[in-house]
């Protein structure tokens, strides 16, 4: 196994520990830290009567936030119902586009449905317990065991009987709202929230308008959606309008915030066991290179404390460097899930790159003076569709931030970006030079200059950089040569006939021995003892695949639950 992948293992395995997902719904509110106004904003924005888009990249705790509400509208009799439902499994459906005419009617009794089971969820979790919730389901003929059942053979890829299309072609929005209406009254709350996790959909469009649909059509007086996004990769339907239908709420601070220490040390604080055993000069290198990323900086730290380094310095250096690798993998991975942004995702990285290298170069007049720059502008009368797209990619994964608008000089407008600060740090941009742990840190906490740096985008990306950015065709799956148009059915090169890749059927085919988070001994035991159970398509195809690993020597419940765990974040990660 390569020093890369056990960089990628051990940083999926902390992951786990550290996704809003796995801690325990009562932990949770032990383990938030409520402290800045962002916090206060979010949580008024997913406990309001508004439609509202949470949008930001993975691990800017947006999931985190919207458990948090759930909870404190539970607690908290002023508040509204709330209900809780995350849709991070919707790609398990995408093969339906390519094989089922009605694959669009039953991803939308899917949604649905897991809305309906996770509104059933919420009223036995609720304090007290909504004893008329089995009642309001069977008033209406939906019953929890069959939303269920229903759910999961989507998900499964396994045929309807005639008994459940019946009820998948029952499930509509007005018996939906109905439900959920009832269920408010029953708790004495004036109004409902829906808080829908992990909405993007990035990769299936098609689901993505439904989807959207169906949030416009559930918005009432009493039921107010709340959806996640992403800044990037999500298209919006054409009947769902940012800005009319719904208000983007940002969910991403930025490090030039007055407040970006205080949230950021205060997360800390309440999730990270023996923080004060860490030097205050390495959590305060580590919390500036988390990038506003609450879910990276805690994984740098529990990376810091598991050692494995001489010194204080050479610990920092690597996580940086191996936080920054992994950013990037998982920024080119776009490409891959999204052929048609492959061009796009690698001037991506092109352009980040660039600015951070243009970036140290500014900051040596500026270190001079006791001053840093860490934004890059760029003329907003430059940003045409492509190259903005471009940029929300990077901003989707995490790697620049956008610091909005600044006038300079008449009526010349700048957007600002920030790149990913690994970048800055790996290049000397504070230092001039490969400086230590002091050094940064004083050149971190220099004040910040008034103005971006402004050099043109010719002389940072150079002159064509713009005019090549494209949207890209598929790939001819025999001789790899790219279509020449989206409605092209034979290879112009081979002539072999041309399919449409399927991002999930990569997923599927992907050996369990390459899933980042195994320990060698694990994967040599699957290896050895599971010969049947070599892909990722065939531990899906497995009715019970924990009865299978536990076949295995050596792997006990928790072992064989841990493995499972990870095989499953494996999929909802790549898919999401």
């Known amino acids: 196994m390569t020093a890369q992948a056990t960089a990628s293992a051990d940083e999926l395995s902390v992951t786990l520990q550290q996704r809003a997902d796995y801690i325990p719904l009562e932990d949770l509110l032990n383990e938030t830290a409520s402290t800045g106004s962002l916090f206060s904003t979010i949580t008024c924005e997913l406990t309001n009567r508004a439609l509202r888009t949470i949008v930001g ?27 809780f439902s995350s849709f991070q499994r919707y790609f398990r459906l995408e093969p339906l ?27 036995q979790a609720w304090m007290p317990p909504i004893s008329v919730a089995d009642k309001v389901f069977e008033e209406q003929e939906y019953p929890p065991d069959k939303l269920h059942a229903l759910a999961a053979r989507l998900e499964r890829n396994q045929p309807l009987d005639d008994a459940l299309n019946a009820f998948s072609d029952s499930l509509s ?50 039921i107010a959606p709340k959806v996640s996004v992403y800044p990037g990769t999500t298209e919006a339907s054409p009947r769902f309008h940012q800005g009319q239908d719904a208000t983007a709420i940002p969910a991403w601070i930025s490090i030039e915030s007055t407040e970006y220490d205080a949230i950021m040390g205060d997360i800390a604080s309440v999730r990270v066991k023996g923080l004060e055993a860490i030097p205050d000069e390495v959590t305060a290198l580590l919390r500036f290179a988390a990038f506003g990323i609450p879910r990276a900086y805690l994984t740098m730290l529990e990376d810091y404390q598991r050692g494995g380094f001489r010194t204080a310095q050479q610990g920092v250096n690597r996580i940086i460097v191996e936080h920054l690798t992994a950013r990037l993998a998982e920024f080119r991975t776009l490409g891959k899930k999204i052929p048609k942004l492959e061009i796009l995702v690698a001037a991506g990285e092109t352009f980040v790159g660039n600015v951070a290298k243009a970036l140290k170069d500014y900051n040596v007049q500026l270190l001079a003076r006791g001053e840093k720059g860490v934004a890059y502008g760029i003329r907003v009368d430059e940003l045409v569709p492509l190259l903005e797209r471009t940029l929300n990619l990077l901003i989707e994964a995490g790697l620049i931030y956008n610091d909005g608008d600044v006038k300079h000089g008449g009526n010349r407008i700048y957007r600002k970006y920030i790149p990913h600060t690994t970048l800055l740090l790996s290049n000397g941009t504070f230092t001039g030079h490969k400086g230590s742990l002091k050094e940064n840190l004083d050149g971190i906490r220099n004040k910040s200059t008034k103005h971006p740096l402004r050099k043109s985008l010719d002389s940072v990306v150079g002159e064509h950089f713009v005019a090549g950015l494209n949207l890209a065709l598929p790939k001819c799956a025999n001789c790899s040569e790219r279509r020449l148009s989206d409605n092209q059915r034979f290879c112009h090169n081979c002539a072999h006939q041309l ?55 050596g792997f006990g419940k928790s072992r064989t639950a841990r493995i499972v765990d990870v095989l499953n974040s494996f999929v909802d990660d790549y898919l999401s």
């Open 97 to 123: 586009l390519s094989s089922n005419a009605g694959a669009t009617q039953l991803f939308h009794s899917w949604v649905l449905a897991r809305i309906l089971i996770s509104a059933h969820e919420s009223a």
């Open 173 to 222: 929005i007005d018996r939906t709202k109905s439900v959920i209406d009832k269920l408010r009254e029953a708790a004495e709350r004036k109004y409902t929230v829906l808080l829908l996790d992990d909405a993007a959909m990035t990769l299936t469009p098609d689901y993505l308008v439904e989807f959207l649909d169906i949030v416009r059509s559930l918005k009432s007086a009493t």
């Open 57 to 83: 990249p993975r691990g800017c705790g947006k999931t985190h936030m919207m458990r948090f509400a759930w909870l404190n509208c539970r607690d908290t009799a002023s508040k509204p119902f709330a209900v």
């Open 499 to 553: 399919v449409d890749a399927s991002t999930f059927n990569l997923c599927l085919d992907t050996s369990i021995t390459d899933v980042p988070g195994l320990t060698d001994w694990q994967r040599k035991q699957i290896k050895d003892n599971l010969p049947f159970f070599k892909t990722i398509r065939d531990y899906l195809a497995k009715q019970d695949p924990a009865a299978e690993l536990l076949t295995v020597s």
